[in-house]
């Protein structure tokens, strides 16, 4: 599972975003090779992803209970929703010192649907 995709969109005046640009290219070379199931980061990060279509819809991840147990942390960036808002959960809240708001989605390259599950309700407390 990958975790923490936090990087700003701005770019230096050298045209490079070193750190940034490597966390985008790690997560690039992570998704075909199928070594990416989960992604967290900030909502510019998933705006970003969520362009190039790389997450699941929920509906399609989580077990029907689990989906309407979740229903209201969604967060919809394409045409269904398919992430969750975790930033308020305790396990955030204590491993967090990035940003003050996260979001979790599960990728197109996820290699166990019920291990991301798993995670999810372990992220909820559940």
């Known amino acids: ?25 790690k997560v690039a070379a992570m998704l075909p090779a199928k070594q990416a199931d989960v992604i967290i980061g900030n909502p510019d990060s998933f705006a970003f992803y969520s362009d190039n279509e790389i997450f699941l819809p929920l509906e399609e991840c989580l077990s029907k209970e689990l989906y309407s147990a979740l229903s209201p942390y969604f967060v919809t960036l394409g045409d269904k929703p398919d992430a969750l808002d975790i930033s308020g959960t305790e396990f955030y809240k204590k491993h967090s010192e990035s940003y003050s708001d996260a979001l979790l989605a599960v990728t197109m390259s996820v290699n166990d649907p019920a291990e991301a599950e798993r995670f999810i309700r372990f992220i909820f407390g559940m």
Do not use: Q, R
């Not at 990958?2 to 290219?25: H, K, Q, R, W």
């Open 1 to 25: 599972m990958l975790a923490d995709c936090n990087f700003p969109f701005y770019i230096e005046p050298d045209g490079l975003v070193y750190p940034e640009d490597s966390t985008a290219m």
